[in-house]
């Protein structure tokens, strides 16, 4: 009777439903299992060095101002403006005079490895690089607040490199600056972008010299991710790397003719005028006052070593397509038993339901301890393998149970593709989703609903 087909069709739906109570559990696991991961990157950034920005070098001359202001004072208890006394007063101040590098060239290679909590896992590397360049100094320097008659008293220069994160310093940094070897102490010497190392360098005053050539050589480790902010006036960084899967961030992107990315690693490389960029004259400022830099002094590029395949967000992606797996299957049911005159018990779909929800869970449990692909394949050919076995005997015939595991085979491949694909996931999705749909409109088209009305639910239906 209609009211059969119908009410089967309301019961076969309404477990489809309750079936979302599992798959929500399932990516509830995932999500904490997300949180684990993320909090052990921070615990081993916290413990060892995070993400790495690099900006300089700089050179900077510490100076003092001292002057004598002379003011015209009002005579206490006289009328105003009827007696005045002139005094003078001793004033002083102190600034940063920067001088930024006309050129600096980095040349780096980046070696990447794990850091490992339990199961989960942080992605590490260590910098090595030399940075050569040279200073122009011009030789009579324009200072604000010098007025006639002012005293300049200059301090002793220093040279000054912002690392992020001085923690990550796997050596001592040497530094050679117009043929001398200068060594470096811990803090910038620059107020507020403390995060750093200077190198005093007592022989180098304003006026003695033109152009200060110089070569820094260093190595600093980080978590996942390195930047470069680009002070000189020309910023040219090349960048290698045997990681395969760079992910290039920041303002600018790396030489397009240049750039290599295969199984061996990556090279790239950038090229970054001051025209380009308003970092030098931001940076210059804040060195100035003391200051911290603003957001345009924190215009960077660099690179991100991602992991190809995060096994928590390919599992997370996979359980969005969960209840499409539950109804897709449930559907197929439901034709089997319109088409072959089957009655396939509630308890059986929710048996196949739950036997389709947790591959997910076998999936994330088995991808923490396998590569991503493999222990799809094994998720997916033990469900596949179980639901062919119970099928067999549910559908009456090994056959038919053979032929619904082949249609589960072909769901699964779709969704691996779906994963692996992230470009091209809408477009496969469509498609998987209009051939489904026209899959059914053809094997249908012949079939007469209105038989099935009259002969009851589960009887031989007509097709015409």
């Known amino acids: 009777m209609q009211k059969t087909l119908l009410l089967k069709a309301l019961i076969t739906a309404a477990l489809a439903l ?75 101040t102190e600034g940063r005079w920067v001088i930024l590098p006309s050129v600096a060239d980095w040349d780096s ?31 009579a320097p324009t200072l604000p607040g010098v007025r006639e ?3 300049v008293t200059w301090g002793t220069a220093f040279v000054s490199l912002l690392i992020s994160d001085t923690r990550g310093l796997s050596s001592a940094p040497r530094l050679t600056l117009d043929g001398q070897d200068l060594d470096f102490r811990n803090g910038s010497g620059l107020g507020a972008m ?32 390195l930047s470069f902010i680009p002070l000189a006036e020309t910023t040219r960084v090349a960048l290698a790397s045997a990681w395969p899967h760079p992910s290039f961030s920041g303002a600018f992107l790396p030489s397009a003719r240049d750039q290599r990315i ?61 209840f499409l797996f539950v109804a897709l299957s449930f559907a197929a049911f439901f ?3 319109l088409l072959r005159s089957l009655r396939i018990h509630p308890a059986q779909y929710l048996l196949v339901g739950l036997a ?44 038919r149970g053979l032929g619904f595991a ?19 996931a809408l477009l496969m999705g469509s498609l998987l989703l209009f051939g489904l749909l026209a899959l059914v409109m053809v094997i249908t088209r012949r079939f007469d609903w209105y038989a099935v009305e009259r002969g009851g639910f589960g009887r031989d239906a007509g097709v015409v």
């Open 149 to 151: 008659g002012a005293k």
């Open 356 to 399: 389709l929800a947790l591959f997910f869970l076998l999936l994330l449990s088995l991808a923490e301890h396998l590569p991503f692909g493999l222990a799809y394949a094994i998720a997916a050919g033990a469900g596949i393998g179980l639901q062919g076995f119970y099928l067999s005997y549910v559908l009456g015939s090994k056959a």
């Open 335 to 337: 034709l089997f038993e």
């Open 194 to 225: 403390s995060n750093g190392i200077r190198a005093e360098c007592a022989g180098i005053t304003p006026g003695s010299a033109r152009a200060l050539p110089f070569t820094l050589t260093f190595s600093v480790r980080g978590t996942e991710s």
């Open 262 to 322: 295969d199984a061996d690693g990556f090279r790239a490389s950038w090229e970054v005028t001051a025209l380009a960029t308003q970092a030098p004259a931001a940076f210059v400022a804040a060195a100035a006052e003391r200051t911290a830099c603003q957001d345009a002094c924190l215009e960077s590029f660099g690179v991100r070593f991602v992991e190809p395949v995060n096994v928590y967000s390919m599992a997370d992606r996979a359980l969005k397509y969960g």
């Open 18 to 92: 309750l079936l979302l109570v599992p798959l929500e559990l399932i990516h509830s696991t995932v999500a904490e299992r997300q949180e684990r991961q993320a909090s052990v990157v921070q615990e081993v950034a916290a413990s060892t060095a995070g993400a790495q920005t690099l900006a300089g070098p700089a050179l900077i001359f510490p100076y003092t101002i001292e002057w004598t202001e002379v003011v015209l004072e009002d005579v206490a208890g006289a009328p105003a403006g009827t007696s005045r006394v002139r005094r003078e007063y001793p004033r002083r």
């Open 406 to 424: 082949g249609l589960l085979a072909a769901l699964f491949g779709a969704l691996y593709g779906l994963l692996v694909s992230e470009d091209l």
């Open 109 to 139: 290679q980046a070696a990447t490895d794990y850091k490992r909590r339990g199961l989960f896992k942080a992605l590490v590397y260590d910098l090595a690089t030399t940075v050569t360049g040279r200073f122009e100094v011009p030789t």
